[in-house]
C-alpha cells in the first residue's frame, strides 16, 4: 500500500511539472506571435500617426507605436488640436490647452516616439477647418515620406465628429496625392465593441455603427503593455474621461491590460 504521504507528495510533483509546461508553452507561443511580428513589420521605415486629441494615440494604437519605435522606426504623431474642450473640473481651456500639450509630449516619449507634431486646430471644430488640414497634412507627408499612416476609420470609433474629420482628411490625403503609404484604421472586433459599449467604455450605438471598419490585422503589443500604461496615466488631466466605464471601479490603464493585441482594418490601395 501507497503511504498518504506520498501520494500527496506525487499530486503536488505532478502539478509543478504540469505548471512548469503550461509555463514553457506560454512562452513558447509569445515567442512565436511576437516574431511573427517582427517579420510583419520589417518592411515599415517610417509611421505617421494622425489623432485629433491628445491620449487619442495612447487609446487607440499606443502598443503599435511602442512597438514600432522599439524596431528603430520612425515614428512621427501628427495631434491635430491640444484638446482645451476635454473635461476639466476648474481649468480654462486655455489653460487646459497647454496642461494637454505638456501631457502630450510626456505622453510621446513613453511611446518612443520620435517626432511630435502639435496643431493648434480648434477642439471640437475639425470638420469647418478640414481643408487646411488637409493642405498642411500634404505638405507634412511630402516632408516625411511615411510607409505607413495610422488614425481613425470613417466612424471615428465612436462617431465622434473631430474623429471622423480627422479620418476624413488622412483617406482624402492619401487617395488624392500620396497614395504610395499603407493606411491603417484603428478597428475593433465586433464583440470587443459590443464589450466596451456595455461596459460604458464606448457610446451606446456605436457597436452597430455601419461606418466601423472590420479588422483586417493585428498587432500583438503583450510584450509593451507597461510602456502603454505609462503613456495612458500621462495623460492625467483626462483620468476621470479615460476611466468610463469600470474605470469608475478599477484605474482606467487597467483596462489595457485585458487587451494584448491591438486591431487594425489595412485600407487596400486607391
Known sequence: ??????????????RATLGGL?????????????HRERRRLAGIHRVLAVF??????????????????????DVTLLVLTRGERGPSRDRTATALGILRAAEMEAAAQHL????????????????????????????????????????????????HPDHVACSAVVTSVRRRTHPSPSLWYVALPYALRR???????LPRGSASSRLAPAPSSAVFVFPVLASKIRAWR??????????????????????PLLQPFEFFHEVPAP
Request: hydrophobic residues 40%; proline residues 6%; glycine residues 12%.
Open 52 to 73: 485629433p486629441h491628445p491620449d487619442d494615440e495612447t487609446v487607440a494604437c499606443g502598443g503599435t507605436l511602442r512597438r514600432l519605435s522599439a524596431l528603430q522606426r
Open 234 to 255: 500621462a495623460h492625467q488631466s483626462q483620468s476621470r474621461a479615460l476611466g468610463a466605464g469600470p474605470g469608475r471601479l478599477v484605474p482606467g490603464w487597467v483596462i
Open 112 to 159: 518612443g516616439v520620435r517626432r511630435l507634431v502639435q496643431w493648434r486646430f480648434p477642439d471640437g471644430a475639425l470638420t469647418e477647418n478640414a481643408a487646411l488640414m488637409h493642405a498642411q497634412l500634404e505638405t507634412l507627408v511630402e516632408e516625411l515620406r511615411p510607409d505607413l499612416m495610422l488614425t481613425y476609420g470613417p466612424d471615428g470609433l465612436y462617431g
Open 1 to 14: 500500500m501507497t503511504p498518504r504521504g506520498a501520494r500527496r507528495g506525487d499530486g503536488t510533483l505532478f
Open 195 to 201: 464589450t466596451l459599449v456595455q461596459l460604458r467604455t
Open 22 to 34: 503550461l509555463g514553457l508553452f506560454a512562452l513558447a507561443c509569445w515567442w512565436a506571435q511576437d
